[in-house]
């Protein structure tokens, strides 16, 4: 197939095909990262723009790494050191980026939308890094990917997204991506952390972490969002692992091979113990490592739409 979106804002307006070709641009690309020389100049001359409004480690790195393995021209920014702290409004903001002759921007926003909303007044590619409670489509993307490396296929699995549903964004990209996909998927959390009516997107829901650990092949463990608990309701840290801590005692009871695997950041002690995070079941830091291959593949797809077409045309 040929690409032909402009941005990557999002997994639940991507056809499976789409996805499918995603994940096999990536595989390709994890090749080249394993060879001695790791570059490529697949965007050599393009200039790339992390536009950060949100604390982040893995995904910032993770883009800035793979847009360089393309021999792309990299530039940071951190909000709080912008002109953003003027008051400077984020269309402004990524105008003055697109004259400054930036190809693409990445950029994570505390609001849903607001990738969208760039993606619809600029002709540099967008690429949504989390915005919000909504969409983070890359992290989601390199899980599939990951789960679909260890266990060789998604149609048919059963996984169990397990945590702070109602903030995460990476919930929302995983469930669009692995229901697309085929995969059977249950959420777990205490029920005032699953958002009402997201039975509806095909998914089982469950408060007993026990029945979401015993049929799954893989689970994906959140992180609580404190951060974001403005009414102060949210469990507190020491109850919450008590019911829905990943342990290694709850673990003997799931299947002996299952995929454990975590977004980060981690915090010990609070969804998952150190035993488990550590553990053989474990493959958190290869989803970061293949976090590389799977954004070289969208920095390198969105590049080869033309620019200056609607967002998300198809
Ligand atoms: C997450 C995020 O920021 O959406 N992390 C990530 O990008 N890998 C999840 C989180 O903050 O818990």
């Known amino acids: 197939m040929r690409w032909k979106r402009k941005d990557l804002l999002d997994l639940e307006s991507l056809s499976l095909q789409e996805l499918e070709y995603i994940l096999t641009t990536a595989a390709s690309f994890k090749e080249v990262t394993g060879r001695q020389i790791k570059k490529v100049p697949a965007l050599r001359g393009k200039t790339v723009v992390n536009l950060f409004y949100e604390p982040s480690t893995r995904t910032r790195v993770s883009f800035e790494v793979a847009a360089k393995r393309l021999s792309a021209d990299v530039i940071n920014i951190a909000a709080e050191v912008s002109s953003v702290k003027k008051g400077e409004t984020l269309i402004d903001t990524g105008k003055n980026i697109e004259a400054l002759k930036a190809d693409i921007i990445v950029v994570r926003h505390s609001a849903s939308g607001a990738a969208a909303m760039l993606a619809r007044h600029l002709k540099a590619n967008v690429i949504n890094a989390g915005d919000g409670w909504h969409e983070h489509p890359t992290q989601a993307l390199l899980d599939i990917f990951t789960l679909r490396e260890k266990l060789g296929r998604i149609e048919g699995l059963k996984v169990s997204i397990i945590g702070d549903i109602a903030h995460s964004r990476v919930a929302r990209s995983n469930i669009w991506g692995l229901t697309k996909m085929g995969a059977k998927v ?129």
């Open 186 to 314: 249950t959420l777990c959390a205490p029920l005032m952390l699953i958002p009402p009516g997201i039975e509806e997107t095909g998914v089982k829901v469950t408060d007993d972490l026990d029945q979401a650990l015993s049929e799954a092949d893989a689970i994906n463990v959140l992180r609580m969002q404190f951060e974001r608990d403005e009414a102060g309701a949210f469990p507190k840290a020491w109850e919450y692992f008590k019911t829905f801590g990943i342990t290694e005692e709850r673990l003997q009871k799931a299947k002996k091979d299952i995929v454990v695997m975590h977004p980060g950041p981690i915090n010990r002690g609070i969804e998952m113990s150190s035993e488990v995070a550590d553990g053989v079941n474990s493959v958190i830091l290869e989803q970061v490592t293949n976090g590389i291959a799977v954004r070289m593949a969208v920095l390198f797809l969105v590049a080869q739409a033309k620019n200056g077409k609607k967002a998300n045309s198809n």
